[in-house]
């Protein structure tokens, strides 16, 4: 009897995607060769499909203004015609210019990358609006309504730089280790799931000074994205990660929550979890899971995300996507390996993983000081 030959389908890489973030907590400026180093060491979790960084502090001569990072598909001349005009008639551009890049590099089909260093020219109603939410807007504006141009970074004294390659690639393409240095590096190497890979697409994700990478999958995105909508926010650049950057600006810096607090939103405990509290605890948790359950975040994911003054990394609730952490003197390192931290840091201080849904945290030491200061006095 003639035996049948089973058919096997080749396996999906369920642990895909490489993040890194390394901060130094005392605000010490360093270049990206940590970061891009550690990206190199995971390789097998990317396919040249996107890559990118974000780094805090890189622009101190103009640290009080607006950076944007805006890309134009195509070498469009007209969407950049427009945005230079809808830019003019809204801040004070005080400087403006095509981001330094490689030609040498091999990277395909870059578009066009321009920055603007800009102070908001607020005019009639929207005078009431604070300098951020006016930024908000305006991002929005250009991402929604100019064809071919797309703004993937707009905070002040920090930039992203991403696009379609392998990291080591999007680094020298950008030029990252002549041109920048920042106390604070997040990085990612990305192998698409459920997204098409193009350069707008790539991580991080950033709104503001707030920069998102992630690994995972974001199945309650439809859900997500519709509650933004009723703040302004507005996903254009075809990746779910985007909703994870707008709802923690919403959460953090608009609604002032604590990451402590954003963290319980976002990776809830189990109902069965909750009924066994304490009354005071079970109040918070029914209170938030209530209130923002159209922000729970559902899927297997990890996340890194950064500001000024701070970094943390938090899986989702059954830690379906792996962190690891370590520490190093002032320097603290959040990775989806300990293989790429060591890489970059043989001789650890600590290493650990966290459980999920716990953040891990890292501030800069007087912003950790002025937190303790306040909730010594109840604030």
């Not at 396919?47 to 890309?71: R, T």
């Amino acid at each position: 009897m003639r035996r049948m030959r089973r058919e096997t389908l080749p396996d999906k890489e369920h642990q895909a995607c490489g993040l890194f973030g390394v901060m130094n907590r005392k605000g010490e400026r360093f270049g990206g060769r940590m970061a891009i180093d550690a990206l190199m060491n995971m390789r097998v979790r990317g396919n040249g499909l996107g890559a990118g960084f974000a780094a805090y502090g890189i622009y101190p001569e103009h640290k009080d203004y607006y950076a944007l990072h805006i890309m134009f598909q195509d070498w469009d001349l007209d969407a950049k015609r427009e945005v230079d005009k809808f830019l003019g008639a809204n801040f004070d551009v005080v400087c403006d210019e095509e981001m330094p890049t490689n030609p040498e590099a091999s990277v395909i089909n870059p578009p066009l990358v321009w920055r603007y260093f800009m102070a908001p020219d607020k005019k009639g109603d929207e005078k009431r609006l604070s300098d951020d939410d006016y930024v908000v807007k305006k991002v929005m504006h250009i991402n929604t309504r100019i064809k071919n141009a797309y703004v993937f970074s707009s905070g002040k004294n920090m930039g992203v730089f991403k696009g379609v390659g392998f990291p080591e690639e999007i680094a020298e393409y950008f030029m990252l280790e002549k041109e920048y240095r920042g106390y604070i590096w997040v990085a990612h190497s990305r192998f698409p799931t459920n997204t098409p890979g193009w350069w707008g697409g790539a991580h991080p994700f950033c709104i503001l000074d707030w920069t998102v990478v992630h690994n995972g999958e974001i199945s309650s995105y439809g859900t997500n994205k519709r509650y933004l909508e009723m703040y302004g926010y507005y996903c254009t650049l075809l990746t779910d990660t985007e909703v994870m950057a707008y709802a923690v600006d919403l959460l953090m810096r608009r609604q002032r929550l604590p990451i402590e607090i954003v963290a319980k939103i976002f990776a809830p405990p189990m109902w069965d979890h909750v009924d066994i509290m304490d009354e005071k605890r079970k109040k918070l948790y029914m209170t938030l899971r209530m209130v923002y359950a159209p922000l729970l975040i559902n899927g297997p994911w990890t996340i890194i995300v950064a500001h000024h003054g701070e970094m943390f990394g938090i899986t989702d609730r059954i830690r379906l996507r792996p962190i690891t952490a370590g520490e190093k003197g002032d320097l603290l390192f959040v990775s989806s390996e300990e293989a790429a931290i060591r890489a970059v840091c043989p001789n650890l201080d600590r290493v650990f993983t966290p459980m999920g849904g716990e953040p891990v945290v890292g501030r800069l030491k007087g912003v950790e000081k002025e937190l303790r200061k306040k909730a010594e006095e109840g604030v």
